[in-house]
């Protein structure tokens, strides 16, 4: 993540955890908390992994970053935290699926995701009030801390996924810029 991406990040979390109460965190450094010596290798018989062998990887190499970083009692106050922001709808889908789906003030649409990178769709709209939603890319943002080689970063899922929400709806722009951008043909977009 480049310096000035970096501070915008870091803004745009900080702008978002006031919003909710909680102190500013902007000032501390990014550093992974998984080290690349623990790497999980998937085995193929190319020179190079396809798209869908990296995928695996990213998978199993997040699954673990998360039993060793973060505990269940972490990720249940997240989650009730996450509940208190979202309509009861969005909880539901969230709570059977894994991930909601909300629009934005600009017209975008967003699909917020357990456990992988946020999702962001243009939304047009056509003859008859039709809506044609077209996939952008996966936005991935990790404030504080990441972990290299995994969709997981330093905070709980859920909190994560809370991060991502406030970020996009106190400054939809600054969230956006401050996200690396991920194509969706892409095994970094968890797609």
Not at 142 to 163: A, I, K, N, Q, R
Request: charge should be positive.
């Amino acid at each position: 993540m480049s310096g000035q991406r970096l501070r915008r990040s870091q803004r745009a979390f900080a702008k978002a955890m006031l919003s909710l109460g909680i102190e500013d965190q902007s000032d501390k450094e990014l550093f992974n908390i998984f080290q690349p010596e623990s790497e999980i290798h998937i085995s193929s018989a190319r020179k190079r992994p396809t798209k869908g062998e990296t995928f695996v990887s990213l998978i199993i190499r997040s699954l673990e970053a998360n039993e060793h970083s973060h505990s269940v009692k972490a990720e249940r106050r997240a989650q009730k935290l996450l509940r208190m922001h979202i309509s009861r709808k969005q909880w539901e889908s969230y709570f059977i699926s894994g991930a909601f789906v909300e629009y934005s003030s600009f017209g975008n649409y967003y699909i917020f995701r357990k456990g992988f990178p946020t999702i962001l769709c243009k939304v047009i709209t056509k003859k008859g009030n039709k809506k044609l939603i077209i996939p952008q890319y996966a936005l991935c943002g990790h404030t504080g801390l990441y972990t290299m080689g995994t969709f997981s970063g330093g905070l709980c899922p859920s909190d994560d996924v809370l991060m991502h929400l406030t970020s996009m709806r106190v400054n939809e722009e600054e969230y956006i810029n401050s996200c690396n951008k991920h194509k969706l043909s892409q095994p970094q977009s968890g797609c």
